[in-house]
């Protein structure tokens, strides 16, 4: 009975040591000062986390490639094609192309939320004329290919650059307010729709924006929900429960600002090789030609043996095969889970439709790279102040922050801050979508309108260190800054086309029946996605700093 008792009382002791070791709060290793105590002032410090993708996504982990490499003829001779290795950050990519069903989605979002405004509506409507050919039977589709569930796991067509963009930012706010209303950080579903008897919208009737959420602008009776963060400082108010809380802060590591966007050309065209090393000895495949491993189109294995591994069109007047023994299985666009993903675990990426990537077109890009992340294409913007003095953001009447081209390369002191407030005050915060208006031009609705061009270097920089004479456009070139790159090839482009390094170029607003485009996300912190059963050299803890 006395050793019983010696080890039941050892166990206690060690699991005494053991939680009084957990609820050790960390300290500051410069100041010394404790975190998350609220009895020195509330200062927060929050746990490490590598935060997981948005839904759809897998991970795409970054790395070294030759951009351009895997293309050995440049069939039309217009030398787009130069080689050159870069550097690509891991990152997020979309599993499958965006589907009917889920363009349908936010039709049906902008229905519920917005029902007088048909013109928002109109404009976020795909072309489904694209269909139309003068010299085919194509009628049916322009119909049927958007809304018939036949066609509902097919890839969405007939939407431009612009609209894609669009999509990637509503897609951000439904997947961020769908966190925080079902972690209890915002009202719950059912709560705010009174049971399903009217739309869950915030106050006034606005939809939730991500960014005039972070920036404290969304909090009150009957937004916040059940399960609110704790706030620790002295100035915070105490709610009715007794408990004083706040809204999610960015810091939190539970939402993700930045959000879905198209992949830029490097991103898209490193996801589609898949290089990977399969020994984890820095040896990749290079010279790959297509998303698969081979030389050829069609499958090696003794299953599928003879099967083509994409959806292209194999020759002149030969979409599927023969009746009976239908290669591909498709006559025009597949369903986007179609065919076997590539080593990221990607679908489609050679074939089925081209893809729209954020990238703006030049012939000799590939030259003007910088080192990391090669992009072009940057336009920067500041989000516009209705009140600098209290921070708050001005909004356009769909709730979303309103977007000026940015001033200056560094941050303003505030005094050209609260100067530039005055400067926009002829704009109408609530009269138009979220804009890059110039500030001395009125809101003119059009968040893709050409206010930007004309400035070649700051704040747009899609034709940074270029020589394309815009004013030439349409007369000896059908290139400008409204130019944007898509790859991958179609149903209807020959194989030439579904090898990653080919390039294209289409007006950010036009659109086709063999584009369509899939999202991506910035991956934050650590470049090594699965670090698992690999070497590494240990990080080490700070040493425990004690007062004295």
């Given at each position: 009975?006395?050793?019983?008792?010696?080890?039941?009382?050892?166990?206690?002791?060690?699991?005494?040591?053991?939680?009084?070791?957990?609820?050790?709060?960390?300290?500051?290793?410069?100041?010394?000062?404790?975190?998350?105590?609220?009895?020195?002032?509330?200062?927060?410090?929050?746990?490490?986390?590598?935060?997981?993708?948005?839904?759809?996504?897998?991970?795409?982990?970054?790395?070294?490639?030759?951009?351009?490499?895997?293309?050995?003829?440049?069939?039309?001779?217009?030398?787009?094609?130069?080689?050159?290795?870069?550097?690509?950050?891991?990152?997020?990519?979309?599993?499958?192309?965006?589907?009917?069903?889920?363009?349908?989605?936010?039709?049906?979002?902008?229905?519920?939320?917005?029902?007088?405004?048909?013109?928002?509506?109109?404009?976020?409507?795909?072309?489904?004329?694209?269909?139309?050919?003068?010299?085919?039977?194509?009628?049916?589709?322009?119909?049927?290919?958007?809304?018939?569930?036949?066609?509902?796991?097919?890839?969405?067509?007939?939407?431009?650059?612009?609209?894609?963009?669009?999509?990637?930012?509503?897609?951000?706010?439904?997947?961020?307010?769908n966190i925080l209303r079902e972690t209890g950080r915002l009202v719950d579903w059912k709560t705010a729709?009174?049971?399903?008897?009217?739309?869950?919208?915030?106050?006034?009737?606005?939809?939730?924006?991500?960014?005039?959420?972070?920036?404290?602008?969304?909090?009150?009776?009957?937004?916040?929900?059940?399960?609110?963060?704790?706030?620790?400082?002295?100035?915070?108010?105490?709610?009715?429960?007794?408990?004083?809380?706040?809204?999610?802060?960015?810091?939190?590591?539970?939402?993700?600002?930045?959000?879905?966007?198209?992949?830029?050309?490097?991103?898209?065209?490193?996801?589609?090789?898949?290089?990977?090393?399969?020994?984890?000895?820095?040896?990749?495949?290079?010279?790959?030609?297509?998303?698969?491993?081979?030389?050829?189109?069609?499958?090696?294995?003794?299953?599928?043996?003879?099967?083509?591994?994409?959806?292209?069109?194999?020759?002149?007047?030969?979409?599927?095969?023969?009746?009976?023994?239908?290669?591909?299985?498709?006559?025009?666009?597949?369903?986007?889970?179609?065919?076997?993903?590539?080593?990221?675990?990607?679908?489609?990426?050679?074939?089925n439709v081209n893809e729209w990537t954020a990238d703006t077109y030049r012939n000799l890009t590939y030259?003007?790279?910088?080192?990391?992340?090669?992009?072009?294409?940057?336009?920067?913007?500041?989000?516009?102040?209705?009140?600098?003095?209290?921070?708050?953001?001005?909004?356009?009447?769909?709730?979303?922050?309103?977007?000026?081209?940015?001033?200056?390369?560094?941050?303003?002191?505030?005094?050209?801050?609260?100067?530039?407030?005055?400067?926009?005050?002829?704009?109408?915060?609530?009269?138009?979508?979220?804009?890059?208006?110039?500030?001395?031009?009125?809101?003119?609705?059009?968040?893709?309108?050409?206010?930007?061009?004309?400035?070649?270097?700051?704040?747009?920089?899609?034709?940074?260190?270029?020589?394309?004479?815009?004013?030439?456009?349409?007369?000896?070139?059908?290139?400008?800054?409204?130019?944007?790159?898509?790859?991958?090839?179609?149903?209807?482009?020959?194989?030439?086309?579904?090898?990653?390094?080919?390039?294209?170029?289409?007006?950010?607003?036009?659109?086709?029946?063999?584009?369509?485009?899939?999202?991506?996300?910035?991956?934050?912190?650590?470049?090594?996605?699965?670090?698992?059963?690999?070497?590494?050299?240990?990080?080490?803890?700070?040493?425990?700093?004690?007062?004295?």
């Amino acid at each position: 009975m006395r050793k019983f008792l010696t080890r039941y009382s050892l166990a206690i002791a060690v699991l005494g040591f053991v939680l009084s070791g957990c609820s050790t709060k960390p300290r500051s290793q410069k100041t010394g000062m404790t975190y998350n105590d609220k009895t020195n002032g509330g200062f927060q410090m929050f746990k490490k986390t590598h935060p997981a993708p948005g839904p759809g996504l897998v991970a795409i982990e970054g790395g070294t490639f030759v951009m351009g490499g895997s293309l050995d003829q440049d069939v039309q001779y217009d030398y787009t094609f130069n080689k050159i290795r870069v550097p690509i950050s891991s990152f997020y990519m979309d599993e499958t192309e965006v589907a009917n069903q889920d363009w349908l989605d936010y039709l049906h979002w902008i229905v519920i939320n917005f029902p007088t405004d048909r013109e928002y509506y109109y404009n976020e409507l795909p072309d489904t004329l694209v269909w139309r050919k003068p010299l085919s039977a194509n009628e049916p589709y322009v119909n049927n290919y958007l809304r018939h569930p036949s066609f509902q796991d097919y890839p969405v067509v007939g939407v431009s650059w612009e609209q894609a963009n669009d999509y990637c930012d509503w897609r951000t706010d439904r997947m961020n307010e769908n966190i925080l209303r079902e972690t209890g950080r915002l009202v719950d579903w059912k709560t705010a729709s009174n049971d399903g008897k009217k739309v869950p919208t915030l106050k006034k009737g606005e939809p939730f924006n991500t960014d005039i959420y972070l920036n404290g602008q969304t909090k009150g009776n009957g937004i916040n929900g059940k399960n609110m963060m704790t706030d620790l400082s002295p100035t915070a108010k105490v709610g009715a429960n007794g408990k004083a809380v706040r809204p999610v802060r960015l810091e939190d590591g539970i939402l993700r600002q930045e959000g879905y966007r198209l992949p830029t050309e490097a991103e898209w065209e490193y996801a589609a090789l898949g290089l990977i090393s399969p020994n984890g000895d820095e040896n990749t495949q290079e010279g790959k030609i297509y998303p698969w491993k081979g030389m050829g189109v069609r499958s090696p294995k003794k299953s599928t043996q003879g099967l083509i591994l994409a959806n292209f069109k194999r020759g002149m007047g030969d979409y599927m095969g023969v009746a009976g023994a239908l290669n591909d299985k498709a006559d025009i666009t597949a369903p986007v889970r179609s065919y076997e993903p590539n080593d990221f675990g990607l679908y489609n990426m050679a074939g089925n439709v081209n893809e729209w990537t954020a990238d703006t077109y030049r012939n000799l890009t590939y030259e003007d790279f910088d080192g990391l992340n090669p992009f072009r294409g940057n336009q920067y913007t500041d989000k516009r102040l209705a009140d600098p003095t209290k921070g708050l953001l001005a909004k356009d009447k769909y709730g979303r922050p309103i977007l000026d081209p940015s001033k200056t390369a560094k941050k303003q002191t505030w005094a050209e801050l609260t100067a530039s407030k005055a400067s926009t005050t002829a704009a109408t915060p609530n009269t138009g979508t979220s804009t890059t208006t110039p500030s001395t031009t009125t809101n003119t609705g059009n968040k893709y309108a050409a206010s930007l061009e004309g400035k070649p270097y700051t704040p747009d920089l899609r034709g940074y260190n270029d020589t394309v004479n815009n004013v030439l456009y349409g007369r000896t070139t059908l290139i400008n800054d409204r130019s944007k790159v898509y790859k991958g090839g179609s149903w209807n482009d020959m194989a030439y086309w579904l090898n990653p390094s080919t390039r294209r170029f289409m007006d950010q607003g036009d659109a086709s029946a063999e584009v369509g485009f899939r999202c991506a996300m910035t991956n934050v912190g650590a470049a090594e996605i699965n670090p698992n059963g690999k070497t590494h050299i240990p990080v080490k803890n700070p040493p425990k700093y004690v007062p004295r």
